[in-house]
């Protein structure tokens, strides 16, 4: 158990709706980061929030868009879903460079 | 262009034999260096890292990996593979220059193990 947790652990949802993947870091940890895990593209880094400011992004659609909260939590949002957008979406947290902690993943379904 | 490489897609070995997966990656300057194991259903868990020093890096598991710096490799190892081994395998680099510290992943190797 690496200490961090996302909800939910699976999400089955139609093209065109909206849906909130959420993120709970390990303790004391300020850094989040999403990443997407699919078969076409591998592992992507998205995005990165730092003690509530984004820090850095990477290949996220505009159609996603993130946002850490005062209590570090962090939430994933997609919107107007594709069925391209079928994957596994992990957090991960960390507290320096030395390593990154990945929670178990939330496997997206759009039908 | 930037990238990391995971030449093989699967390998397969049976118990108790020797192990190596291998990952190149094409970045100016030596970047920070890590593998990651996925098993099913699970989350990636951090086998082992290099950050500088001894090429030689000792991980979790059982596991060993070698950085060369004039191959541009930092291939994984194990002396004698268990089932529980059974698992897919990702090299990830930190490029120093980035302010973030956000991973870049090679595709994975996939590892079946024979009994």
């Known amino acids: 158990d690496s200490g961090v947790t996302q909800t939910p652990k699976h999400l089955i949802t139609a093209t065109g709706q909206r849906v909130t993947l959420r993120c709970s870091p390990r303790?004391?940890?300020?850094?989040v980061y999403w990443y997407q895990q699919s078969l076409d593209q591998g592992l992507q880094f998205l995005i990165q929030y730092y003690n509530g400011e984004e820090r850095a992004k990477g290949n996220i659609l505009e159609r996603f868009s993130a946002q850490q909260f005062p209590d570090l939590h962090s939430e994933l949002n997609l919107s107007s879903l594709e069925l391209g957008d079928s994957a596994l979406y992990f957090c991960a947290s960390s507290a320096t460079e030395n390593e990154q902690f990945f929670g178990p993943g939330t496997r997206l379904t759009v039908l | 262009a930037q990238s990391v490489t995971q030449p093989d897609i699967h390998i397969t070995v049976s118990e108790g034999a020797s192990l190596e997966l291998r990952c190149n990656y094409s970045?100016?300057?030596?970047?920070?260096l890590f593998w990651y194991v996925q098993s099913p259903g699970q989350g990636l868990q951090l086998l082992l890292k290099?950050?500088?020093?001894?090429?030689l890096v000792q991980g979790i598991k059982g596991f060993e990996a070698e950085f060369k710096r004039s191959q541009s490799s930092f291939n994984l190892r194990k002396p004698s593979v268990h089932w529980s081994d059974a698992a897919e395998y990702f090299c990830a680099v930190r490029p120093l220059m980035d302010s973030s510290y956000k991973l870049i992943f090679g595709s994975g190797t996939r590892l079946l193990v024979r009994p």
């Open positions: 290099y950050f500088s020093g001894d090429t």
């Open positions: 303790s004391g940890d300020l850094s």
């Open positions: 970045y100016g300057a030596t970047p920070y």
